[in-house]
T-cell receptor, first 117, second 109 residues
Framework: GAVVSQHPSWVICKSGTSVKIECRSL??????MFWYRQFPKQSLMLMAT?????????EQGVEKDKFLINHASLTLSTLTVTSAHPEDSSFYIC?????????????FGNGTRLTVT | GQNIDQPTEMTATEGAIVQINCTYQ??????LFWYQQHAGEAPTFLSY??LDGLEEKGRFSSFLSRSKGYSYLLLKELQMKDSASYLC??????????WGAGTKLIIKP
């Protein structure tokens, strides 16, 4: 089945530094990728939707200059958390789907646990 | 606005049956998904309903009533490994997924 690989699984960084998270579709072309954030005991919160080759669409309240998303190829999207602060500590999860599969379930990466000290 | 409601937490006994309810109000409807999420892990897909009725998949079944804006996930013969959060998500008319807050299911021996 469709596999989405997310890296790293966990990362600890110092406040003020930037962190890049990669999301790869291993056996299908991910025309659309979604980036979610999940705080403890809360549900998934969609941060942004990115379509290959175009700019990401950010949800209301998500700072596009802080959370840089790049979806330059059909198999790779990256999320860069710039100038990270402790309040950015969260579980970040990517998901992907391919063109024409609007009704299919999302394929999720395994998530990245970010801790900012 | 769009809204998905499900209980915050439920407790059940190993070997028993539990039903997790989900009610929704969304802009359009293109199907309802149930996902299982173990602590610290990403969600995994369980079921998809777009027509009214019951979909059975092994120990798990999912039911949908579009007229009532209601679904439930039924778990039979509960096992300790079923302890997880169960997320209800509805795909709206724009094919966007609207997520519920999840139901934490605790299984006791």
């Amino acid at each position: 089945g469709a596999v989405v690989s997310q890296h790293p699984s966990w990362v600890i960084c110092k406040s003020g530094t930037s962190v890049k998270i990669e999301c790869r579709s291993l056996d299908f072309q991910a025309t659309t990728m979604f980036w979610y954030r999940q705080f403890p005991k809360q549900s998934l919160m969609l941060m942004a939707t990115s379509n290959e080759g175009s700019k990401a669409t950010y949800e209301q309240g998500v700072e596009k200059d802080k959370f840089l998303i790049n979806h330059a190829s059909l198999t790779l999207s990256t999320l860069t958390v710039t100038s990270a602060h402790p309040e950015d500590s969260s579980f970040y999860i990517c998901s992907a789907k391919t063109l024409g599969q609007d009704l299919s379930p999302l394929h999720f990466g395994n998530g990245t646990r970010l801790t900012v000290t | 606005g769009q809204n998905i409601d499900q209980p915050t937490e439920m407790t059940a006994t190993e070997g028993a049956i539990v039903q997790i309810n989900c009610t929704y109000q969304t802009s359009g409807f293109n199907g309802l998904f149930w996902y299982q999420q173990h602590a610290g892990e990403a969600p995994t897909f369980l079921s998809y309903n777009v027509l009214d009725g019951l979909e059975e998949k092994g120990r798990f079944s999912s039911f949908l009533s579009r007229s009532k804006g209601y679904s439930y996930l039924l778990l039979k013969e509960l096992q300790m490994k079923d302890s997880a959060s169960y997320l209800c998500a509805v795909m709206d008319s724009n094919y966007q997924l609207i997520w519920g807050a999840g139901t934490k299911l605790i299984i006791k021996p």
